[in-house]
């Protein structure tokens, strides 16, 4: 993954969080490997889900607290 600051000009700074999940159910045994290829991409799907919320929480607590910080 990678991680960039853009400077948004006026004390404020967007933070950019890229990545990638790749699951590959064709290494877990009890799973078919006919169905491997699709059942993967759901899982991605589902953790993206999963995942997404959590970093815009903290992305926002964060803000909450420099904005804190600088009054």
């Known amino acids: 993954g990678e991680n960039r600051f853009v400077d948004l000009g006026d004390g404020r700074t967007r933070v950019e969080v890229l990545g990638e999940i790749r699951v590959d159910l064709g290494k877990v045994r009890m799973v078919p490997e006919l169905l491997a290829s699709s059942v993967s991409s759901v899982v991605e799907r589902f953790l993206v889900r999963q995942i997404t919320?959590?970093?815009?929480s903290v992305s926002d607590a964060l803000s909450d607290l420099l904005d804190a910080a600088a009054a």
């Open 53 to 56: 919320p959590n970093l815009i």
